[in-house]
């Protein structure tokens, strides 16, 4: 009888052991379905489990990470504030994790704000830029990695010393945003460009306001990738973006290579720049600078 | 009891048969068209169910000669293709036309050169598969796994400098061979049996599901289908989906590749992020293709990128 039982536990295990790669997914097969197709809509709207399972995996009391991301970065004293009106706009199932376009708008209340931090919690570079504003900013975008499955909050510290955290569950289908090879050849061309490359867009939207988009090209070694000799890539990336016009400067960047490859960065104006200007500086200290490509005139 | 032991006894086997026969391509060939015929790939993202056999094969067998039509993802399934072939006849397999260098397409290259057959690619997509084909290899691998590789090699091979488009004779049977270069992608080549009136495009078209543009030139791509539509033939093999009788049905490709391109372009203009763009949806229209959703998120953002800082 016990032979019996052994043969099927043993069918049962093959069973199991082919059910694929995916098959310990942890959100749940019917998650990607569920959100993708609309998805910063459903998630003011929940109406299905997926969508209880990024709430919990939000909410802070049930991170490991939080907490000590939270005393590292925005001090042990902090005054943190859950709000609702910080949102962070991108997909909710990830593909391609070395490039995961996303923007953060910022509410009308909160446009003069001091500081803004992105954190991505289960990266192994968790914070992906700091910026400190020199004029209001309504929204703000990126491309950036992603290890795995991660919350990815936006900490907006406003005139009154408070933090103003805005949360998105995300979920990645394929992980090691960071940890592998940034170009596909699958679908992109993978040359190496020239490092530091900067370009600079600037579009009109309504009533005058403005965004700025601008991308610099260079790898971003997050210092995590093998190459294929096996050899440690060694992290290599940029530290510093500022950008400013005539009248002075608009937002200083700090940043990490949590930022994809080329990253582009994007910010939303309430009024026009005039003549913008970016100051580039990487890890190995090399400066760019760039000078507005006048578009328009 | 012994009874009972006996059915669970067979059920394991069977079970293991099953586990073993994983990396087995099931394939078997459909006649197109006299002495034509198409091992027709599952038409899915590659996946550790298909193997990475997505994309259509074909053999053309002359009264001399026969000549393949893409190598499929591997050196097992240009085995298994190599073997059924021989099973419907004893003549030599003297030519592989690789359509272009996606591994789908040109992974199984290496078994046919062991074969003795000529291999007949772009120079351009040769260039490609030299060049990047060992990561895409390593990446596929991580994709559906190891085992479905096995002797999968990505070999250097020498291609005198082919002036196209070129004409092989297989016996009673005329077959043209046609560059269609930046396109879909650097190079791809198109198959005309005369005989039968026959046309293999390679992934020029996609029928059913949605076509991917990751080394496209949309413009060019966009007058190809409609040269091939212009010309004159009686079936259409496409790179995926089912065969093709009817001219309309190439209309599907080149809807999507005007489509996604317009609304990159139309985004890059007015300078939106990706992530806005998804934050739509996929366009109501594009819904009915066949993998439309993996396709649209994997491309828009690569389209806007190269049309953004343009």
Known sequence: ?297 | MQYFKNIIFIFILLNTFQALSKNNFNIHPIEVSKNIYVFMGDNNDANPKNGGAISNTAFIIGTKSILVIDAGPSYLYGSKVIEIIKSYSSLPIRYLVVTHHHPDHSFGLSRFIENGTKIIMAKSEINRYVKYGNRLLKQLKNIIGEDWFVDTKIVAFKNKNIKFPINVNLGGREIIIELYDQGHSEGDLIVKDILSKTIFVGDLVFNERAPTIPHANINNWNKYISTIMDSNWDYLVPGHGKLIKEKEELLLTKYWINYIDKIAKKAAKNGMSPAEIFNKGIPEPLLKYKLAKETWIRDLPLLINKYEFE
């Open chain 1, 1 to 297: 009888m016990f032979k019996i039982f052994l043969f099927i536990m043993v069918i049962l295990y093959s069973k199991f052991a082919y059910s694929g790669p995916f098959s310990d997914f942890k959100a749940g097969a019917g998650l990607s379905e569920e959100l993708s197709s609309s998805p910063t809509e459903r998630r003011n709207k929940p109406n299905s489990d997926s969508i209880v399972q990024s709430r919990d995996a939000l909410d802070s009391q049930n991170s490991e990470m939080w907490n000590d991301l939270k005393n590292k970065l925005l001090g042990k004293n902090a005054k943190v504030f859950f709000v609702e009106d910080v949102k962070i706009i991108m997909q909710d199932y990830i593909e391609e994790a070395h490039k995961v376009p996303l923007i953060v708008t910022i509410p009308k209340r909160l446009h003069n704000f001091n500081k803004l931090i992105l954190l991505i919690e289960n990266n192994p570079i968790q914070q992906v830029i700091s910026l400190k504003p020199y004029r209001s900013i309504e929204a703000i975008g990126m491309n950036v990695r992603l290890e795995d499955d991660s919350p990815i909050r936006v900490a907006i510290l406003d005139n009154d010393g408070n933090w103003n955290i805005g949360s998105k569950m995300v979920f990645v289908a394929s992980a090691g945003g960071c940890s592998t090879p940034a170009c596909d050849p699958a679908i992109e061309v993978c040359e190496p460009g020239i490092v530091g490359k900067i370009a600079v867009k600037e579009y009109e939207r309504e009533a005058g306001a403005q965004r700025i988009k601008l991308k610099i090209t260079h790898p971003m070694e997050t210092g995590f990738v093998v190459d294929t000799e096996g050899e440690i890539i060694p992290e290599y990336f940029i530290k510093n973006i500022h950008v400013d016009d005539i009248d002075g400067p608009i937002a200083d960047i700090t940043t990490f290579a949590a930022l994809s490859s080329d990253p582009v960065l994007l910010l939303d104006l309430p009024e026009k720049g005039q003549s913008v200007r970016v100051h580039v500086m990487d890890s190995h200290g090399l400066e760019f600078f760039s000078y507005k490509k006048n578009i328009s005139m």
